[in-house]
T-cell receptor, first 114, second 114 residues
Framework: SAVISQKPSRDICQRGTSLTIQCQVDSQVTMMFWYRQQPGQSLTLIATANQGSEATYESGFVIDKFPISRPNLTFSTLTVSNMSPEDSSIYLC???????????FGPGTRLTVT | KQEVTQIPAALSVPEGENLVLNCSFTDSAIYNLQWFRQDPGKGLTSLLLIQSSQREQTSGRLNASLDKSSGRSTLYIAASQPGDSATYLCAVRAGGTSYGKLTFGQGTILTVHP
């Protein structure tokens, strides 16, 4: 299994500002994933982050709004830029473990934009 | 496009009951299926993973079955307890590769009252 930590666990931000979320994994992984969960909704994949290459974004998500860094095999950051109240969500970091390819999730970052 | 549906959307039962949560998916070409638990405002905890070649998996009071040909999975919870109260999410991984996209259902909100 993989143990994932995220910082911050929650934040309240003002409209127009940016927030960077950090994700740390206790083992080296090839791919890391960033998900968004809007209030009362299920999870939506934002992007897949590979070490040493550009992240791959899902339809509806763009790099200018959600820039991602992946400097090594255990760490990634997601920035939510120029925030609006519609960005209020839980943001989750995730990885796929080796072997049976079970997916693991971090504890999430609860973001509120006022 | 894969679609995952979970029924019921919400379920309230008295403590001690056995219960079944349902998950259906439209594309049977899956790599695996995972059941997760999510407590309010928190990340996801993996409960059970079923590979596409398997029929069921068991962990403690939980049993998950998979009928890939009919596009269905069930999560059986025996002797429910108040601590089982949470949202249960079903997710299927696209077939072809171990890193196929994970598609989530909307979840079943379970409340077990004493």
């Amino acid at each position: 299994s993989a143990v994932i930590s995220q910082k911050p666990s929650r934040d309240i931000c003002q409209r127009g500002t940016s927030l960077t979320i950090q994700c740390q994994v206790d083992s080296q992984v090839t791919m890391m994933f960033w998900y968004r969960q809007q209030p009362g909704q299920s999870l939506t994949l934002i992007a897949t982050a590979n070490q040493g290459s550009e992240a791959t974004y899902e339809s509806g998500f763009v790099i200018d709004k959600f820039p991602i860094s992946r400097p090594n095999l255990t760490f990634s950051t997601l920035t939510v830029s120029n925030m609006s109240p519609e960005d209020s969500s839980i943001y989750l970091c995730s990885v796929v473990g080796q072997g049976v390819y079970e997916q693991y999730f971090g504890p999430g970052t609860r973001l509120t934009v006022t | 496009k894969q679609e995952v549906t979970q029924i019921p959307a919400a379920l309230s039962v008295p403590e001690g009951e056995n219960l079944v949560l349902n998950c259906s998916f439209t594309d049977s070409a899956i790599y695996n299926l995972q059941w997760f638990r999510q407590d309010p405002g928190k990340g996801l905890t993996s409960l059970l993973l079923i590979q596409s070649s398997q029929r069921e998996q068991t962990s403690g009071r939980l049993n998950a079955s998979l009928d890939k040909s009919s596009g269905r999975s069930t999560l059986y919870i025996a002797a429910s307890q108040p601590g089982d109260s949470a949202t249960y999410l079903c997710a299927v991984r696209a077939g072809g590769t171990s890193y196929g996209k994970l598609t989530f259902g909307q979840g079943t909100i379970l409340t077990v009252h004493p």
